[in-house]
């Protein structure tokens, strides 16, 4: 009985620093001692007389394009070659400033367009990602006064494709708008981010969005900080914050399976930092091989490498990569498949919490569990 009773506690005792480890992140390790490398630089002329200026910024979510969007020079979101940096096209926005990109698993690339006189609207143009032809555009119509957008983001969830857009200025909103029909885009409505956050004069920065619902934004709560100073996780079904984390100088966001990654607009401090998607509690910080940057405005976090963008260091545009990551295809558990427990679990004490049971069960016999993947 001593005996029995000393391996059902040895499998408690497994089984909670199984459970330990989960909650701290299945992949941590992959973001320990990482260093940020030069990727590749470029002056104004070689994209496309587009100048340095690269606030917008996004990745094809297949990893096989990189979209800046350039606010000088040549008002353009130019498209580039994930893997040789290489400029392969560009989108001339003339007399619109393209401050927010984000892509969905479709093939469309979104921008979020901000007229030269900071004025009444924004638009959102819909482009073929391939052809960086523009196939649809809606107008958004916002309010008398300075307005402006900064990030922008698509979600799918069981279908329905929603894009969000951060506008600010005199006003501080995230609209929602319908683009599971590309070529009829449809505005669902728009929250006061006061709202959301309970904070009066607070402004919204970049975001993205997981399929779960739920969005990542980089945000300034007046925290003394020149951009953002927060990152929330928001359900903006219910309009609230559901997780926050204070960040100095956060601007752009990425989310990928368990983790969001932040890019920093700080200077020769500029950095990336890693957060837990479910608790926004601090992985790592992965800084640059050297101190010779300015300011990050973009990143993006794939399956194996970070890429992250940087404006007007040096009269020049780049990037920025972590390289190697080991990270899995995006993933869900959907059902746990049950296999029979052994004499020993089925008669252990009852005192035990049923779950602890259970779990001491799926230990012993080895539980299988059926995983299918999930889109982006």
Not at 199 to 218: C, F, H, P, R, T
Not at 316 to 327: D, I, N, R, Y
Request: charged share 20%.
């Amino acid at each position: 009985m001593k005996k029995f009773l000393a391996m059902t506690l040895m499998v408690v005792m497994i089984v909670t620093g199984l459970a330990a480890a989960v909650s701290a992140g299945s992949y941590d390790g992959e973001f320990q001692g990482l260093t940020l490398e030069k990727f590749r630089y470029y002056d104004a002329d070689e994209v496309f007389g587009a100048g340095v200026s690269q606030r917008g910024y996004g990745a094809s979510q297949d990893g096989k394009y990189l979209f800046g969007g350039f606010l000088a020079g040549t008002r353009a979101v130019v498209k580039f070659d994930a893997k040789s940096g290489d400029p392969l096209g560009s989108f001339n926005t003339s007399d619109e400033y393209p401050k927010g990109i984000t892509t969905d698993d479709r093939g469309n690339l979104f921008v979020g367009l901000l007229n030269v006189d900071n004025a009444d609207y924004i638009s959102i143009a819909a482009l073929n990602m391939d052809s960086m032809t523009e196939v649809a555009r809606l107008k958004v119509d916002v309010g008398s006064g300075k307005v402006g957008v900064n990030g922008i983001c698509v979600s799918n969830v069981d279908g329905k494709y929603t894009l969000y857009a951060m506008v600010n200025y005199d006003y501080n909103r995230l609209y929602a708008i319908d683009v599971t029909d590309v070529g009829n885009m449809k505005i669902e409505g728009f929250t006061e981010l006061e709202a959301i956050t309970g904070v009066a004069g607070g402004e919204g920065q970049y975001m993205d969005a997981d399929n779960d619902g739920y969005i990542y934004l980089s945000a300034f709560l007046n925290k003394g900080a020149s951009k953002g100073d927060s990152i929330l996780k928001i359900d903006p079904a219910a309009g609230k914050v559901v997780a926050s984390v204070d960040c100095k100088e956060c601007y752009g966001i990425s989310h990928y399976g368990e983790y969001v990654a932040a890019s920093t607009y700080n200077g020769a401090e500029s950095c990336v930092y890693i957060f837990d998607a479910e608790t926004m509690e601090e992985v790592s910080q992965i800084i640059t091989a050297d101190a010779e940057h300015a300011a990050f405005t973009g990143v993006t976090m794939y399956q194996n490498r970070i890429v992250v963008a940087e404006q007007n260091f040096n009269n020049q545009s780049g990037f920025w990569t972590v390289e190697g990551l080991k990270l899995p295809d995006e993933v869900v558990v959907e059902e746990v498949v049950e296999t029979p427990a052994d004499d020993a679990a089925v008669s252990a004490p009852q005192t035990f919490d049923a779950a602890v049971i259970a779990a001491a069960a799926a230990v012993i016999s080895a539980a299988g569990y059926a995983v299918s993947k999930k889109s982006r």
